[in-house]
């Protein structure tokens, strides 16, 4: 645990049970995901129970109890990318990081996810490296796009 971290975050916050958003949101921040110990000295500090912070932490997309890479890969299986083959970019991908959706790499460069539709099904299959869009991506093009981020 760094606690140094934490503390410099907590000290931000009056430590009242209302401040457990902002603080979340600035350890998320911080670590790019929640971190289980210091977790248990925020529900410590907030006086909040740790079931409940689970419950938000588990509620808001915007937070991650697993440790994010330092890029974030999205391939959209929305109906029409389900149906141009975003199912084999995404098996490419999972192959070429040897990670399965969900997970990050054992480097921690690459989470690989899934997502619903990105809103732009005329590029279908989409995928999305950060806040980069690749649009009509393909198993071919899928080497392509990830040297660009080794
Ligand atoms: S279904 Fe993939 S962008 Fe709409």
């Known amino acids: 645990m760094d606690l140094p971290r934490l503390e410099n975050i907590l000290s931000r916050y009056e430590g009242e049970s209302w401040d457990l958003i902002p603080v979340l ?3 998320q921040d911080s670590y790019s995901y929640l971190p289980k110990e210091e977790l248990q000295v925020v529900s410590e500090r907030l006086n909040v129970p740790l079931t409940q912070i689970y419950s938000v932490a588990t509620f808001f997309k915007m937070f991650s109890l ?3 890479g330092k890029h974030q890969i999205k391939v959209c299986l929305g ?3 389900h149906l141009k083959g975003g199912g084999r970019v995404v098996e490419s ?3 070429r990081l040897g ?3 969900g997970y990050t790499t054992k480097d921690m460069q690459f989470t690989l996810e899934t997502v619903g539709c990105l809103g732009s099904c005329a590029q279908a299959p989409v995928m999305m ?3 980069k869009y690749f649009g009509r991506s393909t198993v071919d093009k899928v080497p392509k796009i990830l040297k660009q981020y080794k």
């Open 25 to 27: 949101q600035d350890i």
């Open 66 to 68: 697993i440790p994010k």
């Open 79 to 81: 109906t029409t990318c």
């Open 93 to 95: 991908l999972s192959h």
């Open 99 to 101: 990670v399965e959706v």
């Open 129 to 131: 490296v950060d806040e």
